[in-house]
């Protein structure tokens, strides 16, 4: 196997982390006409990021991972209103008209909504993942797609939420404009939750947790060998990426405003393949890597809705074809191989006998 | 509950499930012979698999719209097909084969998007059905429909499979490719030309889906999003029967489309999709258990 290093082994640079907390924090006043964009880019890193801590650093590749995201979504959106109103009742009447929450109740129920967001994915992970974190390579990968086209269909036929006509998150309470804008706030939020998850992942790559995951992906074998308990690793790195996902939902759900079990929440199709892609766009099994894949990948993916409209679909296909074929080691991966002075892997000298 | 009563007291529901689960577990086992077969030779899974089955659908749907009997849409659809796996193998899959699984994975993964979205484009996404006017047939007091074009389904594809079996077993190609699957690198050694076997594998399971959607056309409908469920179907039923297992696939494709068939009376046919993939699920977990109590023996 090639040098697949946790990718945190030389320092980075302190001046990429201020200009990225500079971009971050300027993004709202710069551009607010694209703030909007910029929360979907936060949101971009943490899917690239979560998938990572299995997919890259486990070996575990998953296809699944977007149904802690919808299932963050859900839980979110019914804890707002189940909170206040009949979840029942807000669901048959499409969340309209009678149903407004109040503004301490509108945030009092988001609060509530996130925290339980993250912890039931959480729990749900943990529950699946002693089950399906058995199974190794190809049947892992399929069997969580399969989990993440049944977790769609089976939100579609559920009545209390809404079933396939999907559910309304609640209304932004006019009054709080006063203090911060609706998009401000959602960005802000969106903005500290990348950035936990970035020092969340920072933080186990370095120590134990990290070498533990990479000797899982390298030998699993050898490593149960070695007297670690790897199944219970697995399910807790599972579990890490869906408290950050579940509450990712959370956010996007309330940003969207709508939530549609197939094309929203359990997106299998898009951001769960999408996740994916930037992970492996950008090195998967570094920490950069899927920050710069995703960084890249949504430009990208803005572009072609902006100008191959109507065809962005098929781009997209063209472009997971285009990458796993010509790029499969990421935008960091290849440059590790080219220029490996530059991730602090030192070159020996070596004799060479004959220059041309 | 309510619905297992009702199975029980109208047997005739139970009698019709069977008769259909039979028929559609024939078209499952005819695409999962064809994964099975790319599996076991390349060591792809080919998530694509259901959308060259609905492609195969189009073809036969379009010849329907041109006047022409669908029955035709089986061996065209094959051959259409066969050529737009080559030319897949050809531009993409070459590239990936000797890969590391989960890239080829991802590579037909991305494919399967892309051709789906290429059909919702150039076909729209309306539900599609190639009429072949067969006529019906009814048993127990007009309790138990059968339309003729299910028997013709059951035969055809039962004839499919057959003619597979024997070409393989037999023939030169069919020599080379099961010795290719054996073990790629002393077939290279021996000469046979092992990317020309797989660009024929890889061909000839395009050309098998091509004939199994043009059945399901006629059989069942099509529509651009449909596929993936086919590709699920033939995993599950390939992974039940293990590689290279005849009876097995035959056995699992039935069972498999008998168990559809109860789960729509007992869940509900807006579960169908749900009840396929936590199927799969289910049993995958099953098979993972299993296998870890065989490794705790050995030890």
Same mark, same amino acid.
């Given at each position: 196997m090639s040098t697949t290093s946790t990718g945190n082994t030389g320092s980075t640079n302190p001046l990429l982390y201020i200009v990225i907390l500079a971009f971050g924090i300027a993004a709202p006043f710069v551009m607010p006409a694209y703030i909007q964009q910029v929360s979907f880019l936060w949101i971009f890193i943490l899917f690239a990021l979560t998938w990572d801590l299995q997919?890259?650093?486990? +070996?575990?590749?998953?296809?699944?991972?977007i149904v802690f995201f919808g299932t963050g979504m859900y839980v979110s959106a019914s804890t707002q209103v189940a909170l206040y109103f009949d979840l029942g009742a807000w669901n048959e009447s499409g969340g309209e008209n009678t149903f407004i929450h109040a503004t301490d109740e509108y945030f009092i129920g988001l609060a509530a909504g996130l925290v339980l967001s993250g912890i039931v994915a959480a729990a749900l992970a943990a529950f699946l993942g002693s089950g399906i974190l058995g199974l190794r390579g190809q049947y892992f990968a399929i069997c969580t797609l399969g989990l993440s086209v049944a977790a769609g269909e089976i939100a579609a036929g559920?009545?209390?939420?809404?079933?396939?006509?999907g559910m309304s998150t609640p209304v932004w309470p006019d009054a709080a404009d006063s203090v911060i804008e609706r998009g401000t706030f959602f960005y802000i939020l969106c903005f500290m939750l990348a950035v936990a998850t970035f020092i969340a992942c920072k933080y186990l790559y370095s120590g134990r947790f990290g070498m533990v995951l990479n000797a899982i992906r390298d030998d699993e074998d050898k490593a149960e060998a070695m007297g670690i308990h790897t199944t219970r690793y697995k399910a807790l790195s599972w579990t890490i990426s869906a408290f950050f996902l579940g509450i990712s939902g959370a956010i996007m759900g309330n940003i969207i405003g709508f939530i549609d079990p197939?094309?929203?929440?359990?997106?299998g199709a898009t951001f769960g393949v999408w996740m994916v892609l930037m992970a492996i766009l950008g090195g998967?099994?570094?920490?950069w890597g899927p920050v710069l894949g995703a960084a890249i990948f949504h430009i990208m993916q803005e572009l072609f809705w902006t100008?191959?409209? +109507?065809w962005q679909r098929v781009a997209l296909g063209l472009l997971i074809i285009l990458i796993v074929v010509?790029?499969?080691?990421?935008i960091l991966g290849s440059l590790r191989e080219h220029f490996p002075e530059w991730f602090g892997h030192r070159l020996e000298p070596v004799a060479v006998e004959d220059e041309k | 509950m309510d619905n297992i009563l009702l199975l029980i007291e109208a047997p005739f529901l139970s009698v019709q499930a069977i008769l259909d689960g039979i028929i559609i577990g024939a078209l499952f086992s005819l695409a999962a012979y064809g994964m099975a077969l790319v599996w076991g030779v390349m060591r792809i899974i080919n998530i694509a698999q259901g959308e060259f089955v609905i492609l195969g659908g189009y073809v036969a749907y379009f010849l329907y719209e041109a006047?022409?009997?669908?029955?035709?849409g089986i061996p065209v659809a094959g051959v259409v097909l066969f050529v737009v796996g080559y030319g897949l193998y050809k531009v993409v899959i070459y590239r990936v084969v000797d890969k590391d699984l989960f890239i080829s994975l991802l590579a037909t993964f991305g494919l399967s998007i892309l051709i789906q979205q290429l059909m919702n484009i150039m076909f729209g996404a309306d539900v599609q059905i190639a009429e072949a006017g067969f006529g019906t047939s009814f048993m127990f007091d007009y309790n138990v429909t059968i339309p003729h074009i299910r028997i013709v389904t059951f035969i055809v594809s039962a004839f499919l499979g057959a003619l597979l079996v024997i070409y393989i077993k037999r023939s030169r190609l069919g020599q080379a490719i099961r010795a290719t699957a054996q073990n790629a690198r002393a077939a290279r050694v021996m000469g046979i030309d092992t990317d020309h076997v797989y660009a024929m594998t890889f061909s000839l399971n395009a050309a098998i889906c091509g004939a199994t959607g043009a059945l399901v056309a006629m059989t069942f409908a099509i529509h651009p999003y449909i596929g993936l469920p086919y590709t699920i179907r033939s995993f599950m039923i390939v992974i039940m029967a293990g590689l290279g297992n005849l009876p097995g696939v035959i056995a699992a494709g039935t069972g498999i489309g008998v168990a559809e068939q109860f789960a729509d009376y007992i869940?509900?046919?807006?579960f169908r999709m749900a009840f396929i993939f936590l199927l799969l699920v289910a049993f995958l977990v099953w098979r993972g258990r299993m296998l870890a109590r065989k490794r705790e023996v050995l030890k």
């Open positions: 997919g890259g650093q486990m +070996g575990y590749n998953s296809f699944g991972n559920i009545d209390l939420i809404g079933a396939g006509s197939v094309d929203v929440a359990f997106t998967k099994g570094t920490l100008y191959f409209l +109507g010509f790029l499969p080691q990421g | 006047g022409i009997h669908p029955m035709f869940f509900g046919a807006e």
